[in-house]
């Protein structure tokens, strides 16, 4: 095993180590302070694979600008036991199982369809996926299709939330 892929493994087990304490944190700030260090965790998994433009990206954007924000949301909604709506064990159990059927068939995927890094790497050096003008060209080349699926996903999320900030 190289140290590449002993970083990887490492980084790896931090990152997912931080999602879960994201979601299983009773506070909602200590919740967005492990959704930074799971931000500055993918920033280390984008060194690893040579692709510095987008750890620095994901640093300034996501664990800066973003998470800033959600920060000063989070204080600013003074959220506690009182305000916090009831969920029903039903809907809990519904979740988990959809949320464990959403890893289960993208891990099937992965292993099934070889994983998008070999048809990355068939179309760019590996010395080259972290360039800008390669990046581009395999944004909207190749991964035109899951890039607007992605936009898709993040337009709704924007719209979920702006249904569930509305005031009744």
């Known amino acids: 095993m190289s140290l590449n892929q002993i970083a990887f493994v490492i980084i790896s087990v931090l990152a997912l180590f931080g999602a879960i ?34 750890a620095v990206v994901q640093v300034i954007v996501y664990a800066g600008a973003v998470m800033v924000l959600f920060l000063f949301v989070v204080m600013l909604l003074n959220l506690n036991k009182e305000s916090e709506p009831r969920i029903s064990a039903t809907l809990k159990v519904a979740a988990a199982l959809s949320g464990g059927l959403l890893f289960l068939s993208t891990v099937a995927g992965v292993v099934k369809g070889g994983g998008f890094a070999e048809v990355a790497e068939a179309a760019y050096p590996f010395t080259q996926i972290g ?38």
């Open 131 to 168: 360039y800008v003008d390669y990046l581009g060209k395999a944004l909207f080349n190749e991964f035109l299709i899951p890039f607007e699926i992605v936009s898709v996903l993040f337009l709704s999320a924007m719209v979920g939330a702006v249904v569930l900030g509305r005031k009744d």
């Open 21 to 54: 304490m994201v979601v299983a944190s009773r506070r909602p700030v200590y919740s967005v302070l492990f959704l930074i260090l799971t931000f500055f965790c993918i920033a280390a998994h984008f060194i690893v694979l040579n692709a510095e433009f987008l």
